[in-house]
């Protein structure tokens, strides 16, 4: 199948999949949850009151609120003549937009209340947008920017449709977000709003199923009649989905796009055998079309497509995934991928752990590799090795686990003992705090660390210098054989550095070959032109930064800097 085996939607994800971010996926796919409306309701008015005073100091009480809201009540409907039931609402439901008008009230007493807010409306209108806003679910620093300039009053056509709306059946404090997401469905000319309701009623779509849909999608009454919404919905009804189901598994607290839900319903179909697979894996799985309308999920079949999932492992991996968000799904899986990439496994071998184990591994949160390293105590090699053996052990190393050290392998117990007596040789006394440290310095196998000193004996050193140079700079042991030789020997034999140079100064053979290459070509350079002392000593080359170096040697001489960056070049040191 061309879908699993080459989709053109995901040839790259694999490079792509380590730049997505796991912690905040709001990165290269926005997460389909938003934050929660949260409505005014009685009991948080009767706290605000508490503490809420008119201009005049008397403490708002549920009393006084009562009363303010039907002087409110009296305004909007006897004297703006609005409709009762947008009155109404703008009263009782918008109570920070009663406590502010409260402070602005002079009233000599709480029985003058409702007067006092008559006269003080009669000078001085309020901006009706704020109430109207604040009433139909919005927050004052949501519905700020949305208030018109110059304008203070509702206009007509803005109360024409939101009566279309409220007959439709969408609940007046949910309507704030039609007017955030959709601010054109309230300019409509009359009858044009109930033409697109009646649009979406002539494909049999229900009033109740409508008011949902409108709530959680307001975009769908701008423009044309959406017809990839009406493409999901038969395809749906065709496998015999009803629309009480998508009502209870739609959120409206998420604006979806139904031309991606209708590609992923298109993908599951193709991935299932035949209708009663696919109802039954949506039926189950709802998630896997409606969490951000089924965009992590393409990027889930994407993935395992790349690893080799075929068809059936497919339909199989999502019978099997966890109830939780396909965006976790996703992110955890993607951690278990740049984990094994970490640890250097083959990419055959991640292969064969995703198309065995993705259904486990999509619920859980591995740690970071280098927290696990240090936690299982053990080296890459050795890691992937158990991984490859036993992938379920992983299972073991999630966040909030407490991970325990590998066990001790025979061939580690035998470096262990053998760094232990290439210690005691160095002249460690054995278990003391000196040689536990010496340990932890000394980086390495056991039959590396002699093979290494061996070498630095073999240039000629007496083994009881080289004994204090490595006491003295244990990292230089942790190179390669062939790369501490080669050091030495530019050192020794090309530039012609006795070995007492090395006694003297051990650490030099910790900087890299290229720096040296460099350094020592930049100094022969000055020497040649008169610039530097001939006698400078082998650890003010070396150990110096390359700020300082650039400041007291290579500034000797103007073109000193040109030179260097000539070199760096050559020898390939950025």
């Known amino acids: 199948m061309t879908l699993v085996r080459n989709p053109s939607r995901f040839t790259s994800l694999l490079k792509r999949v380590s730049q997505l971010s796991v ?19 009685q009991s948080t008015s009767q706290a605000s009151s508490e503490k809420s005073r008119t201009r005049n100091g008397i403490r708002v009480t549920p009393t006084i609120r009562k009363m303010a809201e039907e002087a409110m009540l009296d305004y909007f409907y006897s004297t703006r003549s609005l409709q009762y039931m947008v009155a109404e609402s703008m009263s ?35 901006n009706e947008f704020e109430p109207f806003l604040e009433s139909s679910g919005l927050k004052p620093n949501e519905y700020t920017h949305l208030i018109p300039s110059g304008e203070i009053f509702l206009n007509e056509l803005l109360l024409e449709n939101h009566h279309v709306l409220c007959y439709c059946g969408v609940d007046p404090k949910k ?44 975009r769908m009454l701008v423009g044309d009649t959406d017809m990839e ?41 193709v991935i299932c055998n035949d209708e009663n697979e696919l109802y039954g894996l949506i039926k189950n799985h709802p998630r896997l079309i409606f969490d951000n309308s089924g965009k992590w999920t393409m990027v889930l079949v994407g993935f ?24 976790k799904c996703v992110s955890n899986l993607r951690r278990c991928f740049l984990f094994l990439k970490e640890i250097e496994m083959d990419d055959d071998e991640i292969r064969k752990v995703f198309r065995s184990h993705s259904w486990w591994v999509s619920s ?15 080296y890459k090699t050795r890691v992937c090795k158990v991984v490859k053996e036993n992938p379920e052990e992983m299972k073991k190393w999630t966040m909030g686990s407490k991970v325990h050290p590998l066990p001790a392998t025979e061939a580690y117990l035998d470096s262990k003992a053998m760094k232990t007596q290439f210690l005691l040789d160095l002249g460690y006394e054995e278990d ?11 980086r390495g196998r056991g039959s590396e660390l002699r093979e290494r000193f061996d070498v630095l004996v073999s240039f000629g050193l007496d083994e009881k210098d080289v004994k204090e140079m490595v006491r003295a700079s244990p990292n230089i042991l942790t190179q390669a054989s062939d790369v501490l030789g080669a050091k030495v020997r530019y050192l020794v034999e090309e530039l012609g550095y006795p070995l007492s140079t090395l006694v003297a ?34 650890s003010t080359l070396l150990a110096c930064s390359d700020k300082d170096f650039a400041r007291y040697f290579v500034g000797r001489h103007p073109d000193g800097p040109k030179h260097l960056e000539d070199l760096k070049r050559k020898h390939h040191l950025d």
């Not at 300019?187 to 849909?213: H, M, N, P, W």
């Not at 749906?236 to 319903?265: A, P």
């Not at 003391?432 to 000394?442: C, H, N, T, V």
């Open 505 to 538: 100064f051990p650490s030099c053979l910790k900087f890299t070959l290229e720096r040296m290459k460099v350094r020592f070509a930049m100094f022969s350079w000055l020497k040649a032109r008169g610039k530097a002392d001939p006698k400078l000593a082998v």
């Open 92 to 126: 009782k439901n918008s109570p920070i937009f009663i406590e502010n008008l409260l402070k602005k009230v002079n009233c000599v007493s709480a029985s003058d209340i409702n007067q006092s807010i008559t006269k003080h409306l009669r000078f001085h209108p309020v």
């Open 175 to 218: 309507i704030g977000k039609i007017f955030e997401e959709a601010r054109d469905v309230f300019g409509y000319e009359t009858g044009v709003l109930a033409s697109k309701i009646k649009a979406y009623e002539d494909f049999g779509f229900s009033r109740l199923f409508l008011s949902k849909l409108i709530a959680c999608c307001p």
């Open 432 to 442: 003391s705090e000196a040689m536990e440290r010496a340990g932890k310095s000394f």
């Open 364 to 378: 859980c949160t591995l740690k970071k590799t280098s927290s696990l390293l240090v936690n299982l105590k053990a």
């Open 23 to 41: 912690d905040n996926p709001s990165k290269p796919l926005t997460s389909a949850t938003q934050k929660a409306r949260s409505f005014a309701t």
């Open 304 to 327: 395992e497509t790349k690893l080799g999932l075929s068809r059936r492992e497919l339909y199989s991996l999502f019978l099997k995934l966890p109830q939780i968000q396909v965006e």
């Open 229 to 269: 919404l009406v493409k999901v919905m038969e395809m749906l009804r065709t496998i015999g989905v009803d629309s009480d189901w998508v009502m209870k598994n739609l959120s409206e607290e998420v604006s979806y796009e139904w031309s991606s839900v209708h590609r992923v319903l298109t993908l599951l179909r």
